[in-house]
């Protein structure tokens, strides 16, 4: 006889964007640059930057279909980014809406330049994402995780990026939190370039999210008084 309630679209946008944060890191190279005119090299080549990419060009992958990943969709739009995408089930008015292409497993790692985990964490999906499936990425991809990082065989992940299986690794969320100290990750991170991104599973974060977060548990409370 007690009612429940939750907030569950406050803090979805802000993953969201941390998301595409990651994806325009990448494609434009920004780490990288950053490098290349701090060395005092760039007059040489001065306008080219070797791995620049087009949006338009680089097909979005994104495992997992739901609150998170449909704004990650919308914003891919407008940058004209093919976006194919897996889920337990198809959604065909989100296909209509986003322009989505629906895959199968194994080909969303193997077509994606950029892959990104919208996963919920649960008994059938804690360490769904494995080597196999790592090995069938291509070596130029991207693989993003905002999601949860048990999602996910970390180690094999790791061994991918620091041999050059796979192109990069941009990640927010970890198998364990807060990433110990001597995680081989974080010396990858440490590395000049842009191969490795990692944030504190902060992707969330904002202070007005709390603001809303906050602002939003009193109105259910009201809602609730209200009937």
Do not use: C
């Not at 803090?11 to 994806?23: C, D, L, Q, S």
């Not at 989100?94 to 919920?120: G, H, M, P, S």
């Not at 999602?151 to 970890?174: E, F, H, K």
């Amino acid at each position: 006889g007690i009612p429940a309630a939750a907030t569950p679209l406050v803090n979805y946008i802000t993953v969201a964007e941390h998301v595409w944060a990651f994806v325009l890191n990448w494609l434009k190279r920004l780490p990288a640059i950053r490098e290349w005119m701090r060395s005092r090299e760039y007059p040489s080549s001065w306008g080219l930057f070797p791995g620049v990419q087009y949006a338009g060009d680089v097909t979005l992958g994104i495992l997992g279909m739901g609150e998170i990943a449909r704004p990650i969709a919308k914003y891919a739009q407008a940058f004209d980014m093919p976006v194919i995408y897996w889920d337990i089930q198809r959604f065909p008015e989100l296909e209509a809406k986003y322009n989505l292409r629906y895959v199968e497993w194994d080909e969303i790692f193997a077509q994606a330049d950029i892959l990104t985990v919208q996963l919920a964490l649960n008994d059938r999906t804690q360490g769904i994402i494995g080597a196999r499936e790592i090995g069938l990425m291509k070596p130029t991809s991207l693989f993003i995780n905002t999601a949860r990082g048990k999602l996910v065989d970390q180690p094999a992940l790791t061994d991918a990026v620091a041999n050059g299986r796979i192109g990069g690794v941009a990640l927010d969320v970890y198998y364990d939190e807060p990433l110990p100290i001597d995680d081989p990750l974080l010396d990858l991170h440490d590395l000049p370039g842009d191969r490795v991104t990692l944030t504190p599973h902060d992707a969330w974060q904002s202070p007005w999210t709390w603001v809303r977060d906050s602002q939003e548990i009193w109105f259910n409370v009201l809602r609730s008084l209200k009937g």
